[in-house]
């Protein structure tokens, strides 16, 4: 694991690096994918659709990049389009209808900012997800499980807990985004990454994130199995809250308070 911010961004990157398909292939059982927002089209680089997880019912989306080449064009990258942000919601009010919990994985570098995209009304659809997840009455897991880059990623991040792997990168902007704003010099991004504090112990110091998940068994069944048992677990604890909504607000009305308080930088 690496001290400097920018390493954590370029192994994020990595296209070796496990993506939101191999987490639902590998940990959820009877996977069926659903597609399309209802309104205009469907979204490759946003997977969802409803599993079991140890035989309980869930809805699972993902952020997919890809691996290949042609993986990660036919996945534009991994940055969704607003139909993919639609698609997304459409499966969580789904899930509150039928009491399954959501579970996200979130590896973008952000939402889609090509013309098509904002004239199908990009802003809008990022925003409703933020709305409507902060009431859905369901459980809510998200996981930082690459890069989670802006309102992209937290279009799938208004959780009740938010996770991250040691290696994966949190920010409201890229090193590169930041450097060329700042200082006209995307060179900069190295610099840029250390003052955007987008590392996981980051991320946890400011209670942005509540658990950081090691990386040392990536990929391997071991990994996966890690992982499985801390949502099942986790899912357990949430699902016997009365009060969920009123935590998941209280939750981010918490986030940078005690990193204040203590004087954190």
Avoid at 150 to 165: F, I, K, N, P
């Amino acid at each position: 694991m690496s001290e400097i911010p920018y390493d954590r961004v370029k192994l994020a990157r990595d296209s070796k690096r496990p993506t939101g398909l191999d987490y639902i292939r590998r940990i959820f059982k009877n996977f069926i994918e659903f597609h399309g927002d209802r309104r205009y089209g469907d979204d490759p680089a946003v997977v969802g659709g409803i599993a079991r997880l140890d035989g309980c019912p869930v809805t699972v989306i993902a952020i997919e990049k890809g691996h290949t080449a042609k993986e990660r064009t036919a996945r534009n990258f991994g940055a969704p389009h607003p139909e993919g942000y639609r698609k997304a919601l459409r499966l969580m009010r789904q899930a509150e209808k039928f009491g399954r919990p959501v579970i996200c994985f979130v590896d973008t570098s952000g939402a889609y900012c090509g013309i098509g995209a904002e004239e199908r009304g990009q802003g809008q659809a990022i925003a409703e997800n933020l709305m409507e997840m902060s009431t859905l009455c369901v459980p809510i897991i998200s996981i930082l499980i690459g890069e989670g880059g802006s309102g992209g990623a937290l279009a799938l991040a208004v959780a009740d807990r938010v996770w991250m792997l040691e290696n994966a990168v949190y920010s409201v902007i890229s090193p590169e985004g930041c450097a060329s704003i700042l200082w006209k010099d995307a060179a900069q991004a190295e610099t840029a990454a250390q003052s955007l504090k987008l590392t996981a112990e980051d991320a946890k110091r400011f209670g942005v994130i509540e658990r950081i998940l090691t990386e040392d068994d990536l990929g391997t069944v071991m990994f996966y199995d890690r992982i499985r048992r801390m949502l099942h677990d986790e899912i357990e604890e949430l699902t016997g809250d009365l009060d969920l909504i009123q935590h998941r607000y209280d939750r981010f009305r918490r986030i940078g308070r005690d990193a204040i308080e203590t004087g954190a930088q």
